[in-house]
DNA sequence: CATTAAATTAAATTTTTTCTTAACAAATCT
DNA sequence: AGATTTGTTAAGAAAAAATTTAATTTAATG
């Protein structure tokens, strides 16, 4: 009987199965500026039910500290979560396997800071602006210059409250009522 | 009659504003992967009308090389245009100053590559998988390891059929339907 | 409460990326 | 067409980031 060898075949198959996907996950996941370990870690462990930290320097042969230190940025974005485990030393990790939840988490984070970072400037570049603006001792080609920047950055502030309000419908769940998760095509 | 150093006064404050906004929006496009020096070159040019390589290698005290290829990257996210002009040998660029443009053309293109890449991995794995779950000759506890994988990048497709949605319409600007440019804040 | 095991922090090394100087190619103007 | 200016490519230097080993802290067990 052959079964062992045929186990040994369709094993690796299944290897190579995974690693096509790691490999374009964690390829993908560079583009949003995760770096190329973190999304091989998240990656294999979108595989497998829990990992702990030995587990995983096993499998991707990296140091302890470097796992420590990539599971934590993969946390802050919410791509792997803590489980909590009594009755053993060891922390074990559970990637999250829902990308909309990913999606949400990481765009959002992201969104949000942008929103903020770029408002609180604007408000501290218009109250100077206004200054010089309404202050008639100065020349008018910097006046004009001012006022020219006011308006840009006013006209900014449109996209930057789009930007907010896209957050709150990604947030709330309303932007699946104007796209649906579920088309036609995977439905079948 | 002190209008000179009002004029310096004017202009200092003038710099200031435009600095914390160029500071903001360099610090915000690094969040997105773009390198701090092709922030600041965007975000300098984001107050000027049109700028040549000198002028910005002047502004921002770099090598004309390193200008040369952080605009090229620039307008590869279609963050910078080059200006067509003729009866001058310097290439003249100018910032696209609409940020609705510059995240459609960022996002969708990244997007789509995450889509592209993802979908592709995923068809080439779940032939494999197919192939050991139809094979009985397989050991069950492999075969119901590839039942589980397949499910699970099945599962998956639905983000990613949806990620394709929003790319369209983000494209097609049916997006603005359903969240609207302007709101009741803006209008002012 | 001491001991042991796991994880984190610190310091140092290695690797990768970015930037600059120098040489080259392209194109405009006389 | 020749000369000159601009932009790009190549190679080397500098800076930044990531990774590893070693040391420390934290926490679970006997």
Redesign the interface.
């Known amino acids: 009987m052959?079964?062992p060898s045929?186990?040994e075949r369709?094993?690796e198959?299944?290897d190579?199965?995974?690693g096509?996907?790691i490999?374009?996950?964690s390829?993908?996941m560079d583009?949003?500026?995760v770096t190329p370990a973190a999304g091989k870690i998240y990656a294999t462990m979108?595989?497998k039910d829990q990992m702990n930290l030995d587990e995983m320097r096993e499998e991707l042969s990296m140091s302890k500290p470097s796992m420590s230190t990539n599971v934590r940025k993969l946390q802050q974005i919410e791509m792997v979560k803590k489980k909590f485990q009594r009755g053993t030393r060891k922390h074990t990790y559970t990637a999250e396997?829902n990308?909309?939840h990913s999606?949400m988490a990481y765009f959002c984070q992201?969104w949000e800071?942008?929103v903020k970072?770029?408002l609180?400037?604007?408000h501290?570049?218009?109250k100077?602006?206004s200054?010089?603006i309404e202050?008639s001792?100065?020349?008018e080609s910097?006046?004009n210059?001012?006022g020219e920047?006011y308006h840009?950055?006013d006209?900014?502030?449109?996209?930057?409250?789009?930007?907010e309000?896209?957050v709150e419908?990604i947030r709330s769940e309303e932007?699946f009522e104007?796209?649906p998760?579920?088309?036609e095509?995977?439905k079948s």
Chains 1, 2 share one sequence.
């Open positions: 052959d079964k045929q186990d369709a094993r198959k299944l190579n199965a995974e096509y996907v490999e374009a996950i390829e993908t583009l949003y500026g979108y595989f396997k990308f909309f999606f992201m800071r942008e970072m770029n609180q400037a604007i501290k570049a218009e100077e602006l200054e010089i202050d001792s100065v020349s910097i006046r210059k001012a920047d840009l950055l006209q900014s502030k449109v996209y930057y409250h789009w930007l309000k896209l419908s932007i104007f796209l998760k579920e088309t095509e995977n």
